[in-house]
C-alpha cells in the first residue's frame, strides 16, 4: 500500500484532527442566535446555555484519559482513526495529533510542523463560522424566522462528519511513528519508517542510522531507568515537565473566553476570526528559528498588556447598563461604554491585537512544547494530562463566563490578565528552550537541575543535538559500521543476521546520494580517553555514550 513520505504532507494530514477540535470551537458561536435553536432548546440563558455550551469540553475532557491508552497500545495513527468515529474524538485528537507530529518529524523542523495543529484550527473556527452563518440567514426565513426549521443548526453540526471521514480513510496512506514501533520491539519497521520519511527510502542512510541509534539508546535508558507507569508522571524527574504542560494548556483557553462573544456581529466576529488565521502563518515559519521559550514569554506578556488595556478603558470610560440605557440589543449584559467612539474603537483594537498576540506565540507551540518535553514510554500520557487541562478550564469558562460577564463585567479582563502574568513568571523561571533538541534528549535538558533563565542551562542537551550531526557524520565516513548500527538493544554485533550484517560493507550514501568508501577505524590512543578522539568528550547521555561503545569495539 501506499505510504506518504513527506513530512509536511504527513504532519499537514494528521492536522484534520485540529481542524475537528476548530470545528467544535465555532459550534456554537454562528447558531445561538437563530429562532430555531432557542425554540428547540426552549430559549436557554445564562447556567442552562453554559451547561449546553461546556458538555463539548467535558465530553473532551472525558476522552483525554483514555486516548493515552489507545495511542500506546494500538497506536498514534490507530488513535487517530478511532477518534474520527467515537463521539468524544475531539479529546483523543487535540491530544494525540501532536504526539504523532512530533514523532515523525526531523527535529530542525519539528516545531513548525506541530504548529500545523494550530492552523488548522483556526481554519475550522473561520470554516465552521461562516458554514453557520450560511445555514442560520439561508433556512426558512432566516435567523429572525420564528418558525426557522432546525435544520438551521444540525446543517452546521452534520458537516463535522466530513473531514472527520477523510482522516479515517486517508490515514491508512500515512506511516506509523517509528519511536512507538520502537517502542512494541519492532526495530526492523521503525527503520523502515525513519528511511522512508528522512532517507528517501535508503535505510543505509546516515541521518536515519543516526536517528535509529539514538531512538533505541534512548529507550533502553529508559527501561534501565525506571517502569512506565501513571505514578511516575507526578514523581520529581517527570512532574515539573507535567505541570509545564499543563500551564501551558491552561492559559490556551484565554482566547477562547475573548472570542467566544454570544452577540458579536458577523463583521467583529469574522474579523478576529481571519486574523487567527493569517497570524498563525508568519509563528509557522520562524518557531525553529526564534525558537519557543521566548515566544511563550513575550506572548504571555503582550496578552496580559492588552486585557489590562481594554479593562481600564472600560472601567474608566464605561458605566452601568441601568435602565436609562438598555435596549432590546444591550439588554444581555451589565456594562457598557456610551459615546466615546474612540474609546470603543480602541477597545476593539485590543481585543484584535490580543488575538494576533496570541496567534503568533501561545497559538502554535501551546501544543508543540508539550508534545516534545517527555520521554518516550510516558509520551502519550503526560500529553494527554497536558491537553487535559486545556479542556477542564474550557468546560470551566464555558459554564462560567457568562455569569462573570454579568457580575464583575470589565474586572475580568484583569483576572485574566493576571492569570497571563503569572505565565510570564512562568515561562520565564521553567520553560527551557527546545528548538534543534531531538526528543531523546528532552532529559538531558530538562533534567539538568538548572532555572530556565540561568545562563549555561540547556548548553549540555543542546550539544547533543548537536552530537546526532556528528554522530551522522561519524557513520557516513565510515567510522561506525552501520552493521553495529543496525543492531537491536540487548544484541551483540556478531549476533546480527547475515543479511544485514552484510549491509555493512556495502558503501553509506552521502550526504548528495554519491557513495562514501568507508575508512578503517582509526586506533584508539590514549588521548582517546574519554571519547575526545571523537570529538564527543563533552557530550553527555546516550548518543555519547553509544560512540564511546562503538570506539571500543573498533580496538577489540
Known sequence: MYQASNIYVSCGFAAIGGGLFGFDISSMSGVLGTQAYKRYFNNPVSYAQGGITASMPAGSLAACFFSSYLADRFSRKIALQISSVCGLCIGIASSIVPVYQSEIAPKEIRGRVVSLQQWAITWGILIQYFVQFGAAEGVGGGSKDPNQPTAAFRIPWAVQITPALFLLVGLFFFPYSPRWLATKGRWDEARKVLAHLHGKGNENHPRVLAEFIEIRDALEAERKAEPSSFKSLFGKKIGKRVLLGMSIQAYYIVY??????????????????????????????????????????????????????????????????????????????SWIVLNHKAVSSAIVACSYLFVATFATTWGPVSWTYPAEIFPSKVRATAVSISTAANWFWNMVLAFAVPPLLWNISFKMYYVFAAFNGAACIHMFLCAHETKGITLEEMDTLFDSGMWAFQRGAGAAAHAQGHALDQLEAQIQSGQVPVAEALAPPGVAPSLVPPAVAAMGQQPVAGAGGAPVVPKTPTPRTSSDEGGEGMGMGRVKGSLGRSLRMYKVRETD
Not at 498588556?305 to 481594554?310: C, E, G, N, R
Not at 474608566?316 to 444581555?332: C, H, I, K, L, M
Request: aromatic share 12%.
Open 256 to 333: 477562547i473566553m475573548e472570542g467566544a462573544q454570544i452577540a458579536s456581529p458577523l463583521a467583529t466576529a469574522s474579523i478576529q476570526y481571519v486574523i487567527n488565521v493569517v497570524m498563525t502563518m508568519p509563528a509557522i515559519w520562524w518557531i525553529d528559528k526564534w525558537g519557543r521559550r521566548w515566544s511563550l514569554i513575550l506572548g504571555s506578556f503582550g496578552m496580559m498588556s492588552w486585557l489590562f488595556i481594554s479593562g481600564a478603558l472600560q472601567h474608566v470610560y464605561g458605566q452601568a447598563n441601568t435602565a436609562e440605557t438598555r435596549t432590546p440589543e444591550n439588554s444581555d449584559i
